[in-house]
């Protein structure tokens, strides 16, 4: 039976860098990432910006000790609730672990830190055509009323 183990990411750990590293450009090699490869550039600088970076807080994914998924989260902040939130910016199950619950698992993590954290929500976008969209749902996210647009600018 296959052993699956999430954790909470340490980025001065080698061993959970690599992971983060791997596991965030499989996602980008996804369809519902980028279609592509992370830049080079981005590869080599990923790790030490996010470990400059005081809100990142991420988790990780290991099947059989092999990294299985990854989800990179950042903490906001509620005006409206005056706490925390974690918004969930990628969340990505690697794809030859896909089927085993991990994005599920991951999921319930980032939760018991928002609890932990007392935060008052947990945040996340996601495509319209995200195959993932029905595990969100069945883990309690919902649009919300009104219903709210995730919109962009680049720079």
Known sequence: MKELVIVET????PK???AVLFSTDQYARDAMGMKRPLDENVKKQLIGRLKEFPSYVGFLAFMDDQPAGVANCVYSFSTFKAQ???NIHDLAVNPQFRGNGIGEAL???VERKAIKENCCKVTLEVREDNRARNLYERAGFSYGEPRMFFMEKEI
């Open 10 to 13: 340490d980025l001065n750990n």
């Open 84 to 86: 925390k939130v974690i």
């Open 16 to 18: 959970h860098a690599e």
């Open 107 to 109: 999921l319930a993590e």
